[in-house]
């Protein structure tokens, strides 16, 4: 029963001194005022908060890192061709090892539940591999290598717009949507009630997915996530298509209700923002992926009016705390005026800190099927992050407006999922084997594929 | 005579391995390959890069950060008035302390030249002080404490645009040009040829600056720096005033040459940015404080066309590895196109990630007097930065791509302003005292001040 002894911890009414925080298989028990009795794991300088949650990722995308730097993929469409180059490439262990170095980078950057957006189901040239899902199982097996907390996001994809099919995309298709259901079905009987694993559904994109399967999809009881109006050309095709916006089509075949995330909407049509705010549907935003690849700004009315979560996507960088401050940032910069951030959310102190952390994090656990509030709550699962706030630049200010004004991955001290500390004093208890085991798929799969 | 061994060094052609950097008196003396004789500094897992320049400061409004958490502040104007209510409160001992905590985290944030855009010189009910420089003096000490080199841009200011004086804006009031030019003079009297300080001119806005002393201004045969079109509303007052724009106006006074350097240009009129390009002018933009004062976002043809400085302003946050990447996201998000950052430079390699860092160091060098190319150079002063690159981020990702695209403050590991360390191992060898003066500072005006 260790018992944590931060300076702060983040309680739902916010930050308090002098508490400390009890932690029993698995759960956090208590939240206590500072008592005599004896301390295990003393944190000095450090704050305590609920885990973030990245509600959007593409976890073999982090081998693209930092390998474009001529900046010679023009647009959107063709830093799509240069990530199918990479996705040519990738065997199974290599996709599990880019997947833990990235969900071991997560954990490092204090995310403890991530969503995993994962569209590469198939072998090279179309067929299935002995397991079907032999890939989804291999992504899972990642994220218990890092420890953290999944939500595999089984995708359905079926085509490539109006366009022919991308060799590369072979990988992903299956026709129609009663295949894609019985593949979440599978994988929930394998994950059982595991509360580190749940299945959900994503239906890719109105490009990939015609109106016919997304009926079918729609039967799916658990959360569904779909990207939407990413780019001005998907709209125009749905237009063409159907006569109406990704969103209408979505909410007409049944999907937009209040377990479904729209990931981007960064070119939302008018009654767009309407229909999901009357679902009780939220907006995954992705900021840096969406300024990477030149995707655009979330309107300021959507980020006024809808719940929030945040994605790393693409990982060009994984940095919820930087993805958070921006979604005040980049609505001012839209507006003109400040305090663009939504109504304050129940139970929180109404700051606009308050309200990015909880984009940060609860409606990211909302929108993966693990719903929670923000704060260190008893009877929550131990799923913590220790900050140090000993950063020059966090002398004087509150800690809320420091870990979101402030803060970066080189600020997390600890992180805990499930009561069990897979950081310490900033690495991972597990680094040097995810990293040795990433260089060697960067060496093998990754390299030729780049070119 | 120190060498400096570290795992690659940024010339001016591209990072280099297996070289070692040779500082004596004050200098970079040779940049060789790596030599079997003895080496005074290892730095492994670090690299070495030329020392950040923050081009646009205003080193006292660190004592504002997190201080509105409300988001109370609706606009650019009204944040102006919370300000300027910190303002009021400062002595001179306050603004010595507060600077020098805002210059010692840039320093653990690898800046090693700062330019001050210094505009409150008087006492609070407008008269001067015994010496009239004495606020100057006193932000030149707190560089001086810090370590790094400052460019003390002398501040003009005459009016509230069309505007009764607000009260505490008597503190910034000279009347004509005449006097800011004496001032200037007394400064580089005292200050002479010693390259830790410099002195400049800045004319603060054609807001607070008629046209009759924007004219004799333009006599001032150094640095010039003009914030310039930041809100609409200026451009507005402008057009009223002199029918034309923020830069046609300064342009038609004669200050607008290779000297000069428009801050923010958020909202340029059509043909001012042919007009800076024309006179080999230069942008300094200040994302993050753009971002929180709801001023814009840069338009993507000055940032494709101008060369461009960075700044952190008010210091909301004081990252330039941040600002830096956001010159290209921004451009990215506004333009849906990628490649936005204008030619390469000569010497560099032409890459992204390296016209990002010209802005955050060359560009900035040479808008504050001190030029200087991109590249650890044998003959350059010695004013170095030893960033730790051994995070997991960074991993399979280019040392210059590393820097640009996750860099933090936290991953500065050593810093050298004139080849002596003012940070080792992140922190700065005099944190302690200036955080005591910090503290003791905020406890007397300022929080009284902003009550």
């Not at 995309?169 to 295949?179: E, K, L, N, S, W």
Request: glycine letters at 10%; a negative charge.
């Amino acid at each position: 029963m260790p018992t944590l002894a931060p300076d702060a911890v983040l309680t739902a009414s916010g930050f308090v001194r002098d508490h400390v925080v009890v932690v029993d298989n698995g759960l956090v028990t208590s939240v206590t005022k500072f008592p005599p009795g004896p301390i295990d794991v003393p944190l000095p300088g450090r704050v305590l908060i609920p885990g973030l949650v990245n509600a959007h990722s593409h976890a073999f995308q982090r081998a693209l890192r930092g390998q474009l730097p001529d900046g010679s993929a023009t647009d959107f469409w063709h830093w799509r061709d240069r990530m199918y180059a990479l996705v040519g490439g990738l065997d199974p262990n290599a996709i599990e090892a880019i997947s833990a170095l990235a969900f071991t980078e997560m954990a490092e950057s204090g995310i403890t539940h991530v969503g995993e957006f994962h569209y590469v189901h198939h072998q090279p040239d179309g067929s299935p591999y002995a397991d079907p899902d032999e890939l989804a199982h291999r992504v899972i097996a990642a994220a218990r290598r890092a420890g953290i907390r999944i939500t595999l996001l089984r995708v359905a994809y079926e085509r490539n717009g109006d366009q022919p099919l991308h060799p590369v995309q072979r990988r992903f298709i299956d026709t129609g949507g009663a295949p894609v259901l019985a593949a979440t079905e599978r994988l929930r009987r394998v994950y059982g009630t595991d509360e580190d694993v749940i299945i959900g559904l994503a239906p890719h994109s109105v490009r990939a997915v015609p109106p016919s399967s997304l009926r079918t999809l729609a039967s799916f009881d658990g959360v569904i996530h779909t990207h939407v109006s990413e780019q001005p050309a998907e709209n125009a095709f749905c237009h063409a298509q159907s006569q109406c916006s990704p969103t209408q089509l979505l909410a007409d075949c049944g999907l937009v209700h209040d377990r479904f995330t729209a990931v981007h909407l960064t070119w939302p049509e008018p009654g767009d923002v309407d229909c999901l705010v009357a679902a009780r549907a939220r907006v995954c935003v992705c900021p840096s992926t969406e300024l990477d690849l030149a995707d655009g700004f979330l309107p300021v009315d959507a980020r006024r009016r809808l719940p929030l979560c945040l994605g790393s996507d693409s990982h060009a960088t994984i940095d919820l705390f930087a993805e958070a401050r921006t979604l005040e940032g980049h609505g001012r910069a839209q507006s003109g005026q400040r305090g663009i951030l939504g109504q304050p959310q129940a139970g929180g102190d109404g700051r606009l800190a308050w309200r990015a952390l909880v984009a940060a994090s609860a409606e990211g656990a909302r929108a993966l099927g693990l719903p929670r509030e923000l704060g260190v709550t008893p009877g929550d699962p131990a799923d913590l992050v220790a900050i140090d706030l000993t950063d020059l630049s966090a002398l004087g200010v509150p800690p809320l407006e420091a870990i979101i004004g402030q803060a970066s991955p080189r600020w997390v001290d600890s992180v805990w999922v499930g009561g069990t500390r897979i950081v310490a004093e900033g690495r991972h208890v597990r680094r040097e084997a995810v990293v040795e085991a990433a260089l060697q798929a960067f060496a093998t799969s990754y390299r030729t594929a780049a070119g």
